[in-house]
């Protein structure tokens, strides 16, 4: 496959001072000729030669900005790529394309799209990318700009279906829950998308997610209900783990011998006491607890 490849044109400024030289110089000559009445044609047809030569050496310019490469053909074949800031000179008959190296970013528009659970979803991301490849970027793509778009906001559709939009289990990936890997996800799939383009993918990241606007309310509405219960089954098993280490310290040390109805009375006064939403308010027995 086709790469790009150094061409490695020549400093401008000496050719630049000799194709002044050359046209300067002719001129001067023809003027001087025209004062002394010269009538041969052939010294006039010389000059104008070289004023012809000059033009077409001085056409040979171009200016080469940093983090700018300019991709040379000649009559449709690539020839090579300049990348060496300044004022340089190819053949005159080359065609020279600018294409730019810097760094750019790039945002796509809100996309409607089905997350894994199948619940539309909002999303949008910034992409951050350069041209590493001129050749490709050229000749692979008709338009390398318009390609990276297009890739990218294919890309972010993919990933939307792949993920859940919030989950409450912290070991499995969501689109809100671990932004960090799914950043990687992304980055992953839009550059395996951008290859073939030159282009290489230096970040890319989710800048707007949010449940579509006809079901955002009733998805509060589960998300919340969602939170309450794994907060709960939390709460639970904790009350567990504690009532069950105070039965054991009670019977480790001999504070007091409970038979199992006694067992079943206190675990479920624990459980209600540190399970309760409000604070409850203890009951002091002064007799004995079996009356």
């Known amino acids: 496959m086709a790469r790009e490849r150094e061409h490695g044109a020549w400093n401008g400024f000496p050719i630049l001072a000799l194709g002044i030289v050359l046209i300067l110089g002719d ?9 002394h009445e010269v009538q041969k044609p052939q010294p006039f047809l010389g000059c104008l030669f070289g004023i012809l030569a000059g033009v077409f050496v001085l056409a040979g310019l171009f200016i080469v900005n940093p ?21 340089r000179w190819a053949n005159p008959f080359y065609t020279k394309k600018k294409i730019s190296l810097r760094v750019r970013s790039f945002e796509s528009a809100k996309l409607k799209v089905n997350d894994l659970d199948g619940n539309p979803v909002e999303i949008a991301a910034v992409i951050v990318w350069r041209v590493v490849d001129t050749f ?42 671990q932004t960090a890997v799914v950043a990687v996800h992304l980055a992953k799939e839009i550059q395996d998308r951008l290859t073939q383009a030159g282009v290489e993918v230096q970040e890319a990241r989710i800048s707007h997610l949010a449940y579509a606007q006809e079901i955002a309310h009733a998805m509060l509405q589960r998300q919340q209900a969602g939170a309450i219960i794994a907060a709960r089954t939390r ?48 009951i002091v027995n002064t007799g004995t607890i079996y009356q």
């Open 27 to 35: 001129l001067i000559t023809i003027i001087t000729m025209a004062v």
């Open 136 to 177: 490709e970027a050229c000749f692979h793509v008709d338009n390398y700009e318009k390609f990276v778009q297009t890739q990218s906001e294919t890309a972010v559709r993919n990933l939307a279906s792949r993920f859940p939009y919030d989950v409450h289990d912290e070991e499995k990936v969501s689109l809100r829950g």
């Open 67 to 87: 983090n700018e490469g300019r991709v040379l053909q000649l009559f449709g074949r690539y020839v090579g790529t300049e990348r060496e800031a300044g004022l």
């Open 235 to 282: 709460i639970v098993e904790g009350a567990v783990g504690m009532v069950e280490m105070a039965l054991d310290m009670l019977a480790k040390k001999g504070v007091v011998d409970l038979d199992e109805e006694r067992k079943a009375a206190m675990v479920s006064n624990l459980l209600v006491v540190l399970c309760g939403e409000r604070s409850t308010q203890p």
